[in-house]
């Protein structure tokens, strides 16, 4: 298998973020990116570094004004008097009936739906870096390759066409898909097992019918997101039928996970997708910080062997997983999994 890997991701290394009212340490951190690297089998992948594309693959997902906005906000935040090192958003509209603002301040607000998605000095390079991963693997895969794993970082699948949210800034797993589109794939299956349900993903393709979206995640009702990610989202207009949520219990064990996991394998059977990508979420490990639910790395290796089964191009894009003891053998149980029933 061939693995994409940059370590340009390294200077992105968030400050803080606010949970529960309290700022506390990043979670999202370039260590995360080591540990992954570092649980690969050099003997059996081969690791290569992305080609460059400048914005035009990320300009097929996101919105030319978001993308200034990225590139940009940290230098002009530095010039505001008592200015923080991150950039983060105190001032939030309702879109719905509002005006795009001039004021930095407002369109921090604009472009960044939570607190977990401050901006630094090196947040748009490492962000930009990732998606030039995502869009090398993508293009393996339409060489030829039946498999592929784009080690991205920051993840991405919390990612609006023009909002940031839940560590994420640009869609990873979007822009791949996409990208495969064009490259003349008809039908693309996204299957996202991050243990946050991927609500920019869902919301960039709700309306298509040519990519399906399956999600298996903590139930929203009590878990990030908590707006999005419910069962009865189930796509509109021409997307309706294609989006498919899977909620499990917080808590859920590796019986109940894995079980989640064929049913959203045979969804994406059902679909007789071309390609397959895999937003692949190790954040459902029973030691993961942020406890959604207790799978263990035989679960993880089970999940592997399930969609190895579907015998399809896959491309894997890295997305949640955080420190933990876990994160490496997790991984390796999955691609374990994969290659051994694939």
Known sequence: MKVVYSDGHRGHDPERFLLRGMFVPGEEKPERADRLLGALDRKRHQIIAPERFGNGPRLAVHSLDYLTFLEYASREWQKLPGASREVVGNVHPVRGTGTYPASLVGRAGWHLQDMACGIGPGTWAAAADATDVAVTAADLLAGGERVAYALCRPPGHHAYRDLAGGHCFLNNTAIAAERLSAQGERRIAILDIDIHHGNGTQEIFYRRNDVLTVSVHADPHRFYPFFWGHAHERGEGDGEGFNINLPVP????????????????????GFAADVLVVALGLDASFDDPFGGA?????????AGETIGRLRMPTLLVQEGGYLSDTLGPNLAAFIDGLEESG
């Open 250 to 269: 917080l808590g859920a064990d590796d019986a109940t996970w894995t079980a989640a996991v064929s049913a959203a394998a045979t969804s994406v059977e």
């Open 294 to 302: 207790k799978v263990t790395a035989a679960g993880f290796r089970r």
